[in-house]
């Protein structure tokens, strides 16, 4: 049986049209800053999607591999890239059972892509984990999460468990046929101390958050309780 965030990127033909993926190009422009714009580094992009980091990372000269569960969001992808006669490559795998050894410098994964939306917290450790062995003596990772601390601000209507940090959500989808169907969703929100603990104990050495506005990530401002998001860069 697949889980909702399979079935949601199923076909999933508006998600260039979601409102966040209007800060691509404000992201990557983060990511370049990261790693001083050099463009030797190697980039894994985990849960990619379509591609939207992939592509104009690539765009800008970065070697990069695009890697997510859902085969017609790669092909979305793959298409792009043939259009603009871009070097990324795109593969299908599962970043809970992801096993690559130290092949890259850079890892990115934004915007919840394959992480918080599993529905286990023991899936969420086994990501971070293969990240971190992905990853090149030095390398780092940049992700972001769900900010618990900005949830626990919010009035709780009975979606929201203060005892897990999950909430769980409905959400509609139209379906090939035409019709919709509900998903029934869940969503892990986290602390900085948390993510801290959880990164350390896979095997990153440092660990530097930073804040995830309306205007875009922001290495100079802590996450608080006014954003949805919390961002990490984590150096292994």
Same mark, same amino acid.
């Given at each position: 049986m697949k889980q909702w965030y399979e079935e949601l990127y199923e076909d999933y033909h508006a998600f260039d049209d979601e409102p966040f993926a209007g800060k691509t190009i404000l992201e990557v422009d983060f990511i370049e800053n990261v790693i001083d714009h050099d463009e030797s580094r190697r980039i894994l992009d985990i849960g990619?999607?379509? *591609?939207?980091?992939a592509l104009e990372l690539s765009r800008r000269g970065?070697?990069?591999? *695009?890697?997510? +569960?859902?085969?017609?969001? +790669? @092909?979305? *992808?793959?298409?792009? @890239?043939a259009d603009?006669?871009?070097?990324?490559?795109?593969? %299908?795998?599962d970043a809970r059972r992801l096993k690559i050894h130290e092949g890259f410098d850079l890892a990115i994964m934004l915007c919840e892509g394959a992480f918080s939306l599993m529905e286990e917290?023991?899936?969420d450790r086994s990501i971070l984990a293969n990240a971190c062995l992905a990853l090149q003596p030095k390398g780092r990772l940049i992700m972001t999460a769900p900010n618990a601390v900005f949830k626990l601000t919010?009035? +709780?209507?009975?979606?929201?468990?203060?005892e897990t940090f999950r909430e769980t959500f409905k959400m509609e989808k139209k379906i090939t046929d035409g019709r919709n169907k509900m998903l029934d969703c869940t969503q892990r929100y986290y602390t900085c101390p948390e993510l801290n603990w959880l990164l350390r104990?896979? *095997?990153? %050495?440092?660990v530097e958050f930073f804040a995830c506005t309306k205007a875009g990530y922001n290495r100079d401002t802590k996450p608080d309780k006014n954003h949805f998001?919390?961002?990490?860069? @984590? @150096?292994k």
């Open positions: 990619c999607g379509s *591609g939207r980091h970065y070697r990069v591999v *695009g890697m997510d +569960l859902s085969e017609s969001m +790669l @092909a979305c *992808g793959r298409k792009i @890239a603009e006669n871009l070097k990324v490559e795109f593969i %299908k795998r917290d023991e899936m919010q009035p +709780l209507d009975g979606s929201f468990d203060p104990g896979v *095997g990153f %050495k440092h998001e919390l961002g990490v860069i @984590a @150096a």
